[in-house]
């Protein structure tokens, strides 16, 4: 079946460094790629939806300079977090729709900011 | 707002008790439904999903919903549930097929051994 991988799966870095998670789809073309964060015991929440060679779209409270998402190629998606600060802690996850319209999500990134 | 609404937020039942999980949405037109499991420690799973056809949906595990047009529904049952089935259980929509995945805010089952 569909397999995502997301790496790293747990980061700690320093306040004003920045962090970057990759997002692959390991076995098939992911068109579209989507990144959500959760904060504990709450819903996932959708930051932004990224196309292959396009400029991502953000939701609207998301701030598009701080959390910098590239969609170099079908299978490869990443967001940088920028300037991390303690409130950027959180878990993020990453989803790839392939051409089956099926969404497979990826096992997910927990950052801690210190 | 449109949204995506998960009414019970923590259910807790005895095994071999039966379950059924409300949500309903806001959006008109098209709309792509589906549930997800996320068991602790674990990434999302999908359960099942509805497309069109049949508004009785069968999902792995022994999970079916349920697909109301006219309430805005798609409730998630299994007829006796298991300790395994332990987890947070996630509604989420595709608002007039746009492809992005809205999440209620889930909700928390916990079954009793």
């Known amino acids: 079946g569909a397999v995502v991988s997301q790496h790293p799966s747990w980061v700690i870095c320093k306040s004003g460094t920045s962090v970057k998670i990759e997002c692959r789809s390991l076995?098939?073309?992911?068109?579209?790629m989507f990144w959500y964060r959760q904060f504990p015991k709450q819903s996932l929440m959708l930051m932004a939806t990224?196309?292959?060679?396009?400029?991502?779209?953000?939701e609207q409270g998301v701030e598009k300079d701080k959390f910098l998402i590239n969609h170099a190629s079908l299978t490869l998606s990443t967001l940088t977090v920028t300037s991390a600060h303690p409130e950027d802690s959180s878990f993020y996850i990453c989803?790839?729709?392939?051409?089956?319209?099926?969404?497979?999500f990826g096992s997910g990134t927990r950052l801690t900011v210190v | 707002a449109q949204s995506v609404s998960q009414h019970n937020h923590h259910v807790i039942l005895s095994e071999a008790a039966s379950l059924e999980l409300g949500c309903n949405y806001s959006?008109?037109?098209?709309?792509?439904l589906f549930w997800y499991v996320q068991y602790p420690g674990q990434h999302l799973q999908l359960l099942l999903k509805?497309?069109?056809?049949?508004?009785l949906v069968k999902g792995i595990k022994g999970f079916e919903a349920e697909f109301i047009k006219s309430k805005f529904s798609f409730n998630l049952r299994k007829p006796s549930v298991q300790w395994s089935d332990t987890a947070e259980y996630f509604c989420?929509?595709?608002?007039?097929?746009?492809?992005?995945?809205?999440f209620g805010k889930g909700t928390r089952l916990h079954i009793l051994p």
């Open positions: 989803s790839c729709r392939g051409a089956n319209y099926g969404y497979t």
């Open positions: 076995d098939f073309q992911a068109t579209t």
């Open positions: 990224s196309n292959e060679g396009s400029k991502a779209t953000y």
């Open positions: 959006y008109g037109g098209t709309v792509n």
């Open positions: 509805y497309f069109s056809g049949d508004p």
């Open positions: 989420a929509v595709t608002p007039n097929r746009d492809d992005k995945i809205i």
